[in-house]
Every structure is written in C-alpha cells, then in structure tokens.
T-cell receptor, first 113, second 114 residues
Framework: EDKVVQSPLSLVVHEGDTVTLNCSYE??????LLWYKQEKKAPTFLFML????IEKKSGRLSSILDKKELFSILNITATQTGDSAVYLCAVDSIIQGAQKLVFGQGTRLTINP | NAGVTQTPKFQVLKTGQSMTLQCAQD?????MSWYRQDPGMGLRLIHYSVGAGITDQGEVPNGYNVSRSTTEDFPLRLLSAAPSQTSVYFC?????????????FGSGTRLTVV
C-alpha cells in the first residue's frame, strides 16, 4: 500500500529559528513529490521535486529530494509568524494505471514571536 | 479569476439527507479529484477523473458518487449523509499529467452532518 509519512506531526519554535520538516514515502511508480502550505483554506503549492539531489529554493524555503532513501526535507530559515501553517507533503504516482496524489498527515508548524 | 471554484463553502446536513458539492475549473484541466481532510489524517482521495466521461474510485469512495459530463465540472454527491462524513472537502485539478504541472486546489467545503 502506497503511503507518505511526515514528521514531526507538530512543531513549535520561536521566530528566527530554522526548522526542518521531513517526508518519507513508499509508493510504486513515483513521478514527483510536492510540498504544500495550508493555512486556513486550500493548500497552496510550494515545490515540486522530481530529481534527486537538486535543491529547490524560494526565499527562506528550500527543499530537496532523495529518491534512493525515499525522503524529502523542507527547510525554513529565519522563521516568521507568517510561516505558521500545516505543511503537507504529497507524492504523485501511477497506481494501477491511474494518476493519484497521496498525502502525508501534515506537519503543524507554529512560530511564536 | 481562473482556478478551481467550490460551492458551497459551508453546509450543515441532517443524517440521511443527500446533497451535491460542486466543483468547477476554467483551466481546461483534464484531471480532477475530490479529497476529504480530517484532523490528523491529511487529505484522502475520494474519487477522481482523468477526463470527461471517465471516473474512478480513490481511497475512501463509500457513500459518495461522482460524474464528469464536461471537462469543467466534477460534482460530488453524498447519497445519504452520515455523521462520519463530517469533514472538509477539497477539489483539485491538474493539466494532463499532474506530476509535470502540479495541482490546483479549490478553497474547500466544510460539511457538518448532524
């Protein structure tokens, strides 16, 4: 059974700290791994990773994929209170010939001032 | 604004009632899907469609029906609502193979079944 596991499930840090969120997966026919940020409403897209070892960066956020060890990390440096959200990891794969997106449970990140 | 539109945003149903959650996209996306999000469980796939006239079951399809008569619309029907269906429902779409282009999510429908 395909699955995506995120850790930690919850994290509380102080503004200015650096955080690392983890995502491991077991899927057949992996195509890509996606990170989303979810505040009050719909998940908003952060990164899509398809190749191992290539860091994707957007401002203070960065992410990298390891297809050999089947995991990805999302780093946030110099955290701000606006980074407080649930961060979702999802893997896009082909399951029984059909395209599917499998999500992890999410990591709830709280940044205290 | 282009994107995925879900209606209604909130709904309260009594047990046994039926209703349809609407999802429409104007990006000519081939792939559309419905998820439910429950606390501590992430998003789980209910049903999906790879194009007009084609639908298939996801991880948690029981109690839900879908149809895809047009490329733009992908309604989710609850046949006889149960308290276990209290959740937040998200519709998502992607152009062709989502792994190349990513997925766009609607703003969600919060459903409470009493």
């Amino acid at each position: 059974e395909d699955k995506v596991v995120q850790s930690p499930l919850s994290l509380v840090v102080h503004e200015g700290d650096t955080v690392t969120l983890n995502c491991s997966y077991e899927v057949t026919n992996f195509r890509s791994l996606l990170w989303y940020k979810q505040e009050k409403k719909a998940p908003t897209f952060l990164f899509m990773l398809t190749s191992s070892g290539i860091e994707k960066k957007s401002g203070r956020l960065s992410s990298i994929l390891d297809k050999k060890e089947l995991f990805s990390i999302l780093n946030i440096t110099a955290t701000q209170t606006g980074d407080s959200a649930v961060y979702l990891c999802a893997v896009d794969s082909i399951i029984q010939g059909a395209q599917k997106l499998v999500f992890g449970q999410g990591t709830r990140l709280t940044i205290n001032p | 604004n282009a994107g995925v539109t879900q209606t209604p945003k909130f709904q309260v149903l009594k047990t046994g009632q039926s209703m349809t959650l609407q999802c429409a996209q104007d990006m000519n996306h081939e792939y559309m899907s419905w998820y439910r999000q429950d606390p501590g469980m992430g998003l789980r796939l209910i049903h999906y469609s790879v194009g007009a006239g084609i639908t298939d079951q996801g991880e948690v399809p029981n109690g839900y029906n879908v149809s895809r008569s047009t490329t733009e619309d992908f309604p989710l029907r609850l046949l006889s609502a149960a308290p276990s269906q209290t959740s937040v429902y998200f519709c998502a779409s992607s152009y062709g193979q989502g792994f190349r282009y990513g997925y766009t999510f609607g703003s969600g429908t919060r459903l409470t079944v009493v």
